[in-house]
């Protein structure tokens, strides 16, 4: 909750797509906006591959409870585990690849080529039906209960494991739940107006969160005992051990099914969206920024991202891939908090339309607790984050900095309008023929994916602060 009022009053301030790459470019500089921009990537591609693993896992259940047929290892299961205790990988006896995974990022890849238009409506009508299982589950459910499964409500600490310190570290590992809101403000150029439909979006959809998150966690370990829920499918695990309950499992199927299809096809839209931003900012290739004259999205861009998602998916095991997504999560909203303590004093009188009550008391407390929660995540994981992170830094050394657009001398003469015509000159790709006539019929409006926006054309048009009403306002022009 207090991560998403932090992402709420940033959304309200800002008109343009990029996330918590959009919010530390203005607030820490281009450098950290780059390695905020990096560590998304473990955020949306990476969390992308690891429900689509956790979906796979959903699929191979379907089967088993619906038509009594197995799906043999080889094919739905990675070929690698991690062992916690050992700190090493282990071989998986019998898996090669996990083929449902690599499907379903494929297909939807597909779908968001061909435009945001469809994606929403698949998304809407998913959500519903996601939803509506939600609620049969918990009440189809609640007859099953065993309170005895409540006792100790707290279960003791055994090996690192469980005790007040397993409550938190599982919190750590919730994050990667949590991905929603911000997925939602990597897209605010796609919303009708942004800066009151964003932060409405992002509170409305944490509770309605909250709530089913909290409902169904109550039922489940009420169904099972808690140790015996470690696994992929852990709602179908819990109602495999009770009679009857067969409809039920295959109805949770297909709506879990559902809803983590929704899930993949949002992280990998906002991956795209990111990229289009930072390749705005001159950060990435040009390659990340064209646009599709037919579809009006970065196809090339999309293509891409869905090919390493599913080799991810395809050869690593979920609770790795889990847990650098909630990690990169922790550490991306760690950063908002502290940008909107940096907004409240160096940018005071900026236009919110919405302003995290208790002055700065919330996002200092929400910074603290992300601080805690990285500390608990394990040293593992913070070694594999500092590794990516490294690696980050040595790309924007080699090409981003000197290809940033804060090296370009003529947007200092008129920022705005020379961002504007890069942004839509690139919209059109020479190695492309169809895609060539967009900078010209089609520049003007853009349905899916309006005119990206360019952060260095600001700052370096007023090298000692930001004027977020310039910024905002910028962006409502492209929309308008």
Known sequence: MLSALSYAEFASMFSVSGSTYTYTFTTLGELAAWMVSWDLILEFLIGSAAVAVGWSSYITRLFADAFNVS???????????????????EIVSGAIINIPAILVIILLTSVLVLGTKQSARLNTVVTIAKILV???????????????????FVPPQTGGEYGVLGIFKGAQQMFFAYLGFDAISTAAQEAKHPQRDIPIAIIVSLLVSITCYSSVSVILTGLAPYDSLNTPSPISTALTGHPNTRWIRIIVDLGIIAGLTTVVMILLMAQSRMFLSVAGDGLLPHFFRRVNRRFQTPIHSQIAIGAVSAVCAGFL??????DLTSLATILAFLIVHVGVIIMRFSQPNAQRSFRIPGHISVPILGAAVSVLLIVLSGVQSIIRMLVWLGIGLLVYVVYGRWHSHLNDDGLSTDASEGASKSNVDDFGSADHPQDKEMSGRHSEKIPSIPHSYSHTAII???????????LSASGQTKQE
């Open 317 to 322: 095991p979920i609770d790795i891939l889990g």
């Open 71 to 89: 799906l043999p290892i080889s094919v739905t299961t990675s070929p690698v585990r991690w062992n916690n205790r050992a700190n090493r990988f």
């Open 460 to 470: 370096t048009s007023r090298p000692k602060s930001i004027d977020i009403s310039q």
């Open 134 to 152: 939600i609620i049969i589950f918990i009440f189809a459910s609640i007859k099953y209960i065993d309170r005895a499964n409540y006792v100790p």
